[in-house]
């Protein structure tokens, strides 16, 4: 059964000897991040990578509160929290979906019944507020007061207290679907944050959509567009805009909903690459094999999970921005700083005794290694379904998802490595990799060793390296600009004469398979350890 709420996960935890209660007294700042980043750390390397889920019982300067930190910093804990046991079979699950079978008989048909039932029953449902756990404690306008909260410094140059692992909802001005995204967020003061919105998400086109609404002035609105989420550039800052086109937009609000403390497959929902018509909502309820209890918030016209720790409301006022970070980042690197929409808090409703959610983001592996390497096994089969001929990829923690991919392919003709560059680059937030590696489908993509020795001997580099313009990754602070830079496609496949090789191609060393099952036979005997 689907865990209700963080509180479940956290007894499965417990009962999995996958926690550790920590009743030391640890401060917020600094001291929780450093514990996590070591725990994360652990077995390095090994099948037993990843240390354990940690539960800060004693918090510096908050009496009673708890975190919770590195609840996904293993694949045991991935498998866990997606109550699977191999990530790969869920990834069957989205295959099944994408491509069943067709019926050729009506018994056929009969079969297949069951199977959409089950996709109906993922869909969302919204409970009364007297039900909704989330709403045990309501504070309204004054009350409100984010310090209340034990949000976590996480590196020492950022720029204050970042909300890490927060589930972002917003809504589609035009056709009311909903988004849930994962955009860290500055604590500013007691009632404000900052709202790390990269100009090629999903809720940053959503304010694009709210401006496109408001303003009258074209031109002015398309500068709004390009400076209100993801940074601001000389040509498109406020100052750039007439005021009286400024003073249309000024005021006008959309609103947002923050949950942070869900259910493990809901705040793994929000990071996925999600198609477009797709809420999050649903594919939490198909990890779950349940569906979403939601429920109304208080202040904004937001559906929100009924079982979360914390709910926060409010909005941002379109046009208003403010400098946010510096930021340490999963890059390994801080990010820097930059200005960005501005989330002002409303009303914040919690459970009793709420449990708060943190991670902490730095040099890999850290915990969310495991979160991105969950999310390239599930999602692989969307990937084929728009390239059928991609047989695995691997996104190298050390890579940090967005900076390299390794693809394996079936090649059918000349040409066709570039293709699949092509393609990966044209394919929603794949267009920020940086570095595609595409080999041949006898190469073992997850064996590291081998796609370096597949790279090394097969490339021209002159011939095989192929060069691109186009976006990239706000975080990438090697960029000739914020948010636009060069790309590379490596071909590492084998070349065939309709591609100009006209010189013989050698074949790979493998021993004889009579031989080898022979030596199986007798390994054993060799006393060879």
């Given at each position: 059964?689907?865990?209700?709420?963080?509180?479940?996960?956290?007894?499965?935890?417990?009962?999995?000897?996958?926690?550790?209660?920590?009743?030391?007294?640890?401060?917020?700042?600094?001291?929780?991040?450093?514990?996590?980043?070591?725990?994360?750390?652990?077995?390095?390397?090994?099948?037993?990578?990843?240390?354990?889920?940690?539960?800060?019982?004693?918090?510096?300067?908050?009496?009673?509160?708890?975190?919770?930190?590195?609840?996904?910093?293993?694949?045991?804990?991935?498998?866990?929290?997606?109550?699977?046991?191999?990530?790969?079979?869920?990834?069957?699950?989205?295959?099944?979906?994408?491509?069943?079978?067709?019926?050729?008989?009506?018994?056929?048909?009969?079969?297949?019944?069951?199977?959409?039932?089950?996709?109906?029953?993922?869909?969302?449902?919204?409970?009364?507020?007297?039900?909704?756990?989330?709403?045990?404690?309501?504070?309204?306008?004054?009350?409100?007061?984010?310090?209340?909260?034990?949000?976590?410094?996480?590196?020492?140059?950022?720029?204050?207290?970042?909300?890490?692992?927060?589930?972002?909802?917003?809504?589609?001005?035009?056709?009311?679907?909903?988004?849930?995204?994962?955009?860290?967020?500055?604590?500013?003061?007691?009632?404000?944050?900052?709202?790390?919105?990269?100009?090629?998400?999903?809720?940053?086109?959503?304010?694009?959509?709210?401006?496109?609404?408001?303003?009258e002035d074209a031109a002015a609105a398309v500068?709004?567009?390009?400076?209100?989420?993801?940074?601001?550039?000389?040509?498109?800052?406020?100052?750039?805009?007439?005021?009286?086109?400024?003073?249309?937009?000024?005021?006008?609000?959309?609103?947002?909903?923050?949950?942070?403390?869900?259910?493990?497959?809901?705040?793994?929902?929000?990071?996925?690459?999600?198609?477009?018509?797709?809420?999050?909502?649903?594919?939490?309820?198909?990890?779950?094999?349940?569906?979403?209890?939601?429920?109304?918030?208080?202040?904004?016209?937001?559906?929100?999970?009924?079982?979360?720790?914390?709910?926060?409301e409010g909005y941002v006022e379109l046009g208003?921005?403010?400098?946010?970070?510096?930021?340490g980042d999963h890059t390994g690197f801080y990010?820097?700083?930059?200005?960005?929409?501005?989330?002002?808090?409303?009303?914040?409703?919690?459970?009793?005794?709420?449990?708060?959610?943190?991670?902490?983001?730095?040099?890999?592996?850290?915990?969310?290694?495991?979160?991105?390497?969950?999310?390239?096994?599930?999602?692989?089969?969307?990937?084929?379904?728009?390239?059928?001929?991609?047989?695995?990829?691997?996104?190298?923690?050390?890579?940090?998802?967005?900076?390299?991919?390794?693809?394996?392919?079936?090649?059918?003709?000349?040409?066709?490595?570039?293709?699949?560059?092509?393609?990966?680059?044209?394919?929603?937030?794949?267009?920020?990799?940086?570095?595609?590696?595409?080999?041949?489908?006898?190469?073992?993509?997850?064996?590291?060793?081998?796609?370096?020795?597949?790279?090394?001997?097969?490339?021209?580099?002159?011939?095989?390296?192929?060069?691109?313009?186009?976006?990239?990754?706000?975080?990438?602070?090697?960029?000739?600009?914020?948010?636009?830079?060069?790309?590379?496609?490596?071909?590492?496949?084998?070349?065939?004469?309709?591609?100009?090789?006209?010189?013989?191609?050698?074949?790979?060393?493998?021993?004889?398979?009579?031989?080898?099952?022979?030596?199986?036979?007798?390994?054993?005997?060799?006393?060879?350890?």
């Amino acid at each position: 059964m689907a865990y209700n709420d963080l509180r479940e996960w956290i007894n499965e935890l417990h009962k999995a000897g996958e926690l550790k209660r920590i009743n030391i007294e640890v401060s917020t700042d600094l001291e929780m991040a450093e514990i996590a980043d070591r725990a994360a750390k652990m077995g390095k390397g090994t099948a037993k990578a990843g240390g354990p889920a940690l539960l800060f019982e004693n918090v510096k300067g908050h009496p009673g509160a708890r975190v919770l930190m590195n609840q996904f910093g293993s694949e045991r804990r991935m498998r866990l929290a997606l109550e699977t046991d191999s990530l790969d079979a869920i990834a069957d699950r989205i295959r099944l979906l994408l491509k069943p079978e067709t019926p050729s008989s009506l018994m056929d048909k009969l079969k297949m019944l069951p199977k959409l039932a089950e996709v109906g029953s993922f869909f969302p449902k919204v409970i009364s507020a007297k039900d909704a756990p989330c709403k045990q404690v309501i504070l309204r306008g004054d009350q409100v007061d984010l310090n209340r909260i034990p949000i976590l410094k996480t590196w020492p140059q950022d720029g204050g207290r970042f909300i890490t692992l927060p589930c972002v909802i917003t809504k589609d001005p035009h056709t009311g679907k909903r988004n849930v995204g994962m955009y860290r967020m500055q604590v500013y003061d007691g009632k404000t944050t900052g709202m790390h919105w990269q100009r090629q998400k999903v809720a940053a086109e959503h304010m694009r959509e709210r401006l496109r609404a408001t303003s009258e002035d074209a031109a002015a609105a398309v500068d709004l567009m390009a400076q209100t989420a993801g940074g601001t550039t000389a040509a498109s800052s406020p100052e750039s805009i007439p005021a009286a086109s400024l003073n249309k937009i000024r005021g006008q609000r959309m609103e947002v909903a923050v949950a942070i403390g869900a259910d493990p497959a809901t705040t793994f929902s929000a990071i996925v690459p999600a198609p477009p018509d797709v809420e999050e909502y649903l594919i939490a309820g198909f990890l779950r094999q349940k569906p979403l209890e939601l429920v109304k918030a208080e202040t904004v016209d937001l559906e929100v999970p009924a079982n979360a720790e914390y709910i926060l409301e409010g909005y941002v006022e379109l046009g208003e921005l403010r400098t946010e970070g510096p930021f340490g980042d999963h890059t390994g690197f801080y990010t820097m700083q930059d200005d960005y929409p501005v989330f002002h808090v409303t009303c914040m409703t919690h459970r009793k005794d709420p449990v708060y959610t943190a991670t902490i983001v730095g040099k890999p592996p850290m915990e969310d290694a495991w979160m991105g390497k969950a999310v390239e096994r599930i999602f692989l089969p969307l990937m084929q379904l728009t390239l059928p001929e991609i047989r695995d990829v691997n996104l190298p923690p050390e890579g940090v998802f967005h900076n390299l991919m390794i693809v394996s392919i079936r090649k059918s003709y000349a040409g066709h490595a570039r293709k699949v560059m092509n393609g990966i680059w044209a394919m929603g937030q794949a267009m920020f990799t940086k570095c595609i590696v595409v080999v041949d489908e006898d190469c073992d993509v997850q064996d590291v060793a081998e796609v370096v020795l597949r790279v090394t001997n097969n490339i021209d580099p002159e011939r095989d390296i192929q060069f691109t313009l186009g976006p990239v990754d706000s975080l990438d602070h090697a960029s000739r600009l914020p948010n636009y830079g060069s790309k590379m496609g490596i071909d590492a496949t084998r070349k065939w004469a309709a591609e100009g090789f006209n010189r013989p191609w050698p074949p790979m060393l493998t021993m004889d398979s009579k031989v080898k099952a022979k030596v199986d036979a007798i390994w054993s005997k060799l006393g060879i350890d």
